[in-house]
């Protein structure tokens, strides 16, 4: 079975720079300057954010819902990332 957890992209005004946070993994808070950065960010840092907030959730696959807020290039997607280690 795969859980699903969404993540809110925005660009900083001021810098440019990709933000990516969710209300579904609390402590998510990642900066990048590209997709694939944040991409990379989130494969380091969502797995151990997710066990520590969810530790009921079995290690198995999950999907990961970008949504960006208004930003004129960026879509909606969402990928599969595997929760185990």
Sequence with gaps: MA?????????CE???????TSDDIPGL???AETF????DALIDC????IRQN???LPEDEY???FAPVRHPVLRSCTTAL????
């Design 3 to 11: 859980y699903s957890f969404s993540v809110e992209l925005v660009v």
């Design 63 to 65: 999907c990961v819902s």
């Design 82 to 85: 595997a929760l185990a280690a």
């Design 29 to 31: 808070v990642l900066e």
């Design 46 to 49: 969502a797995p151990e954010l």
């Design 54 to 56: 969810h530790p009921d």
């Design 36 to 39: 694939g950065g944040i991409m």
């Design 14 to 20: 001021e810098t440019g720079v990709l933000v990516a």
